[in-house]
């Protein structure tokens, strides 16, 4: 392992940002990941500070036959920002954000988390669509898809994708978008980080200011009915309300009145980028439709602040295993059983999601991007969650076993950002008909299969 981080040092002339290998004193907390069930050993972790660094750590990966990873923000749940025995390009340096706003754009370097995004265009009273989590990585959120809050006005994040800056697996730097590089513009938009190392970003901005946004609890015991009433409700709210329904426990803390701390709950987080009367009127048909609820909590906030609201519950080191699917019509039955995996949550973090993608995801068609899935309505995400590594087998278990019962009622594949290591089956079946087409691409932009650290797709000549 040291002779490449010494032979790193020789050959990396010039290498602007900081090499670290396994015997520096910060080794440990450097290729530490967000998801502790996860332990990988690089035996190089390039921090680049610019694309030429990126470039640099390319080539040498290649030239020693290195697996190589490309980490942004580390969320990753199968740990694919790392990789044992190989190159990791750590791109936490390259974190620059420039707000056009007159453009109604944002520029990001590729190691960007969200938060610094939100914080930086909400400025401006603008935002683009992204994730439910802050310190979730620009990179990996955004390649791989990027539901949240706002898919239901705004589209997926891959929507809102204007260019990206791309080091393929030559090294050379290539931009790519719909005029530049369009088959690698295309794939970019789902096809995950296949096709090379996104130094930058190029996003639309919407004006999107403060919103109305938080939780309504029901007791986990109505979870079937509160499931029922939410999907009749859904698909007919307007595009400014967006609400996914959780199974998850209270957290015990404030603003959550303590009665209610660590309460198994069901319910929906609410987000409306219209005004407090317009959010309340909006979502009055489900609340009428349903008893009175434990909490109902939405209140005007800034977009940043419900887009931060679970880093609290969720910060780097828990022990994480999820599972996912993407749901075309949720039925009777399925319901029955999410109500009796619901009540069963193995332990508080635990929790099950369900984003729906309609609205503005809906006006792309399946194969205008590689993110096939457009006729879907909801991504189901089982996620086992626990500080303590000796329930690492329960969390396993549950998320596994709430996944594999209600498959048969999915619409097949997989959200790819929010699978663990579930093998290339389920790799084609996430991708159906676009697997074909970016296999090519694949093969076109990274031949030799460097970028496979990832969701692969196996690089295919037409
Ligand atoms: C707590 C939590 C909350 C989440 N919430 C959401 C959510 O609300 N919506 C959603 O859509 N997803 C969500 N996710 C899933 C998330 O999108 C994926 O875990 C994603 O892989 C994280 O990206 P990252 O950059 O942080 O990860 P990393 O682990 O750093 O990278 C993951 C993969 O992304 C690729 N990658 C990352 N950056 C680049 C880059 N600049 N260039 C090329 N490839 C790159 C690489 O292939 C790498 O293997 C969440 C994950 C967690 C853990």
Not at 394 to 403: C, E, L, T
Not at 411 to 436: K, P
């Amino acid at each position: 392992m040291s002779t490449s981080i010494t032979s790193a040092n020789q050959e990396l002339a010039g290498f602007a940002g900081r090499l670290i290998g396994p015997d520096d004193s910060d080794y440990d907390e450097a290729r530490s990941l967000y998801n502790a069930m996860i332990d990988r050993r690089p035996a190089l972790i390039a921090r680049c500070a610019n694309t030429a660094d990126v470039s640099k750590a390319v080539g040498f990966a290649r030239e020693h036959d290195l697996r190589l990873a490309i980490r942004g923000g580390a969320h990753n749940g199968a740990g694919l920002g790392s990789v044992d025995d190989g190159v990791v390009i750590d791109l936490s340096l390259m974190r620059d954000v420039v707000v056009d706003p007159e453009g109604r754009t944002v520029r990001v370097g590729g190691g960007c988390t969200w938060g610094e995004v939100d914080a930086a265009t909400n400025e401006h009273g603008l935002a683009t669509p992204s994730g439910i989590i802050s310190t979730t990585g620009v990179g990996g959120l955004t390649l791989g898809g990027g539901l949240g809050h706002l898919t239901r006005q705004c589209g997926l994040a891959i929507d809102n994708l204007l260019e990206a800056e791309v080091v393929l697996a030559n090294g050379e730097l290539v931009t790519a978008n719909a005029e530049q590089n369009p088959d690698l513009f295309w794939a970019l938009r789902g096809g995950g980080g296949n096709f090379g190392v996104v130094t930058s970003f190029l996003f639309r901005l919407h004006e999107v200011d403060t919103v109305i946004a938080g939780p309504t609890f029901w007791p986990v015991e109505s979870g079937a009915e509160v499931l029922r009433a939410y999907r009749d409700f859904m698909p007919s709210a307007p595009r400014e309300l967006n609400g996914f329904f959780l199974f998850g426990s209270v957290p015990p803390g404030p603003p959550f009145p303590e009665e209610l701390h660590l309460r198994k709950v069901c319910g929906v987080v609410w987000c409306h980028t219209g005004t407090e009367e317009e959010a309340a009127a909006d979502m009055k048909p489900l609340l009428d439709a349903l008893p009175e609820p434990l909490l109902h909590g939405p209140a005007p906030m800034p977009h940043p602040a419900i887009q931060g609201a679970f880093d609290g519950v969720y910060p780097a080191g828990d022990q994480w295993y999820w599972r996912a699917d993407f749901v075309k019509q949720i039925s009777d039955e399925a319901i029955e059983i999410h109500a009796r995996f619901g009540a069963a949550m193995p332990t508080w973090k635990s929790t099950m999601h369900l984003y729906p993608i309609d609205g503005a995801a809906h006006d792309v068609g399946p194969t205008d991007t590689a993110w096939s899935y457009r006729d879907a309505n909801y991504n189901a995400v089982f996620a086992g969650v626990d500080p303590d590594p000796a329930n690492v087998d329960a969390i396993r278990r549950w998320s596994i076993d709430y996944q594999e019962a209600l498959h048969p009622y999915s619409a097949g594949g997989a959200y790819v950002n929010m699978m663990m290591e579930e093998g290339q089956e389920r790799i084609r079946a996430s991708y159906r008909g676009n697997y074909d087409r970016l296999a090519q691409i694949k093969a076109k932009y990274d031949p030799d299969n460097t970028f496979r650290v990832n969701q692969n797709i196996e690089p295919k000549a037409a």
